[in-house]
C-alpha cells in the first residue's frame, strides 16, 4: 500500500476524509491538535521544517490539509510558509506526489458570471485567500522543477450530502464528503497532470448554471455523484 | 513628491534615491541602519512590523517597495529562506496594506526577470510570457512578492506597477565578463523607476489598468528580453554594453 502523510488531519477537512481512504491507503496523520476522533497522530507542525522532513521520511505520498484563514501572521505562517516546507521536503525526499487543498479563489471576481468551468484565479489581498494563492505558486514552482506531481483542489464549502428535502437553494460551490474522497482517491492514483501541477475547482451541486467542474471531468476522470439538487426542489401541489 | 523607498541599504534602493532625488522628498527604509545621501531622510524599521511600516509611510504619495532584503539575513541556510520568504510574502502585504491605509496611491515594485530563466534563448520574451521561477528562493520571493503587490491593484484604487529587472551590474564594471543577455545597468534601474512614478490609474474601474508591468533590461543586440512596453512609457537605457559586443 502506499504510504501516504496527511498534514492537518485533524482539521475540518481530513476526518472526512481519510476513513474513506484508509482501507486502501497506508495512512499517516498528523497534526499540532488531538485528532477529533481520538485517533492516534503524529504531532508535526508545518510551520517547521524539521518536522515537516521527519514526517516525510519513507513517504510516497503527501496530502496537505493545513490551513489557518484569517490571521495577519500565522496565515502566511501555515498556508504559505507551510506549503513551502512541505514542497521542499518532497523535492529532498524524492517524493512525487502532493494533494494540495485551498478554497476557492474565483467568486469575488466572477460570481456575476455563468457557465464557469476553471477561470483565473482572483485571490485579492484577503489573508485567506492570498496566503493559499501564494502557496499553490510555490508547489507549481517545485512541481515544474523537481517532477513531482502536484493536484490541489479548490473549493468553497464542504459538508455531508443531503438526508432530506430542503426549503431552499443549495449552497454554492459546495463539496460533498463523498465527492471530495472520489477525487483524493483519482489525485493519489493518476500517473500525471499536464505541467505537474494542476488545481481544479471541487463541487457537488450544478443546477445553477454557475461553476463548473469540466476540467477535473477531463483531465482527473472525477465523477461528481450528482442528482443532489433533488433534495431542492419546491413542492408544487 | 513624497517617495518611500524600501530595501535603503540596497545599491537598488540608493541609485532610485539619487535618481529622484531633485525635487522630491526622500525617505529611504531598512531594518538595518543605512547612511543614506544628503537631503534624503531615513527610518530604521522592519516591513514585517506593523507598526515600522505604518510610521514609514505616512505623508507618502508614492510607495517604491525594492523588494531588496537587509544585509543582516541569517547564515543559517533554512533560516534565511524563510526570513525571505516572509518578507516577500507578509512583508509585502504588511507594507502595502499601511500604505493602502495611509491614502498612498502610487506604489512600485521591483521583480526580476530571472522568473524567465526557465525559457531557452531562442525566445523573444515580452510581458505576454508566463513566468516560470525556479525554487531558487531569491528568484521564487521576488515572484510571490510580486503577486502579492498585484493583488493589491486587484482589490483597491490604487495603482500598482511592476518592474522585473535584469541583472543589475555596473557597465563599467562587467568589461572582462561574458555578456549576459539580462544585464541591466543599476543606473539604468533606477531611470525606469522615474519613467512610472507618474503612472497613475488609480481611478480606473478595471483592475487590469490599475496594475501594469513592464520588463527593464539593457537595449542590447539582438535581445532575448524586448522592452518595446518599457520604451513605451520613456525608458531610455544609456547603457547598452556596446563595446561587449563590438569587440572582436
Redesign the interface.
Same mark, same amino acid.
Given at each position: 500500500m502506499k504510504k501516504v502523510l496527511v498534514l492537518g488531519a485533524s482539521g475540518n477537512i481530513a476526518p472526512y476524509v481519510t476513513p474513506d481512504l484508509e482501507k486502501d491507503y497506508d495512512l499517516y496523520l498528523s497534526d499540532i491538535v488531538p485528532h477529533p476522533d481520538g485517533k492516534p497522530i503524529s504531532t508535526v507542525d508545518v510551520t517547521s521544517?524539521p518536522d515537516v522532513l521527519e514526517a516525510c521520511r519513507g513517504m510516497d505520498a503527501l496530502m496537505n490539509f493545513t490551513v489557518l484563514r484569517d490571521d495577519?501572521?500565522v496565515s =502566511?505562517d501555515v498556508s504559505?510558509?507551510g506549503a513551502?516546507h512541505v514542497?521542499?521536503a518532497a523535492?529532498e525526499l524524492g517524493i512525487k506526489k502532493v494533494v494540495h487543498t485551498g478554497p476557492q479563489l474565483v467568486r469575488n471576481a466572477y460570481d456575476h458570471e455563468f457557465g464557469i468551468s476553471d477561470p483565473p484565479l482572483?485571490?485579492?489581498?484577503g489573508y485567506y485567500g492570498?496566503?493559499k494563492?501564494?502557496s499553490m505558486?510555490?508547489c507549481e514552482? =517545485?512541481s515544474?522543477?523537481?517532477d513531482i506531481q502536484t493536484v490541489c483542489f479548490l473549493f468553497n464549502g464542504l459538508g455531508a450530502k443531503p438526508t432530506e428535502a430542503a426549503q431552499g437553494d443549495f449552497p454554492p460551490f459546495t463539496v460533498v464528503w463523498e465527492d471530495l474522497q472520489r477525487a483524493c482517491r483519482l489525485a493519489l492514483e493518476i500517473e500525471s497532470v499536464p505541467g505537474n501541477f494542476q488545481s481544479f475547482n471541487l463541487l457537488s451541486y450544478f443546477a445553477q448554471g454557475k461553476y463548473q467542474v469540466e476540467k477535473a471531468k477531463q483531465m482527473l476522470g472525477f465523477t461528481p455523484m450528482g442528482g443532489l439538487e433533488d433534495y431542492f426542489r419546491r413542492t408544487t401541489d | 513628491m513624497n517617495i518611500l523607498i524600501t530595501g535603503a541599504s540596497s545599491q537598488l534602493a540608493q541609485a532610485i534615491a539619487a535618481e529622484l532625488k531633485d525635487g522630491n522628498n526622500i525617505r529611504l527604509m531598512d531594518s538595518v541602519p543605512v547612511d543614506v545621501a544628503e537631503g534624503c531622510d531615513f527610518i530604521q524599521g522592519n516591513i514585517l512590523d506593523p507598526d515600522d511600516s505604518w510610521e514609514a509611510v505616512r505623508g507618502i504619495d508614492v510607495l517604491i517597495h525594492t523588494g531588496e532584503p537587509p544585509t543582516d539575513l541569517p547564515s543559517d541556510d533554512l533560516a534565511r529562506e524563510q526570513m525571505l520568504l516572509d518578507l516577500a510574502t507578509r512583508g509585502t502585504h504588511v507594507l502595502f496594506s499601511a500604505g493602502v491605509q495611509a491614502g498612498i496611491k502610487k506604489f512600485i515594485c521591483a521583480s526580476t526577470l530571472s522568473i524567465f530563466n526557465g525559457y531557452p534563448d531562442d525566445v523573444y520574451i515580452t510581458e505576454l510570457w508566463k513566468p516560470l521561477p525556479s525554487p531558487e528562493i531569491v528568484e521564487m520571493t521576488k515572484y510571490l512578492g510580486e503577486l502579492t503587490a498585484r493583488e493589491f491593484a486587484r482589490d483597491h484604487l490604487i495603482t500598482v506597477t511592476g518592474l522585473r529587472m535584469g541583472e543589475l551590474v555596473l557597465e563599467e564594471e562587467v568589461q572582462e565578463d561574458t555578456p549576459n543577455l539580462a544585464w541591466l545597468d543599476i543606473r539604468d534601474a533606477a531611470g525606469a523607476f522615474r519613467c512610472v512614478l507618474n503612472r497613475d490609474n488609480s481611478n480606473s474601474a478595471e483592475w487590469t489598468r490599475r496594475w501594469a508591468v513592464y520588463h527593464i533590461c539593457a537595449d542590447i543586440p539582438n535581445p532575448k528580453f524586448l522592452i518595446d512596453q518599457a520604451r513605451g512609457i520613456g525608458y531610455q537605457p544609456a547603457h547598452d554594453f556596446q563595446s561587449l559586443y563590438l569587440s572582436p
Open positions: 521544517y495577519p501572521v =502566511f504559505t510558509k513551502y514542497m521542499k523535492a482572483a485571490p485579492g489581498v492570498i496566503t494563492y501564494l505558486e510555490i514552482i =517545485f515544474r522543477t523537481y | -
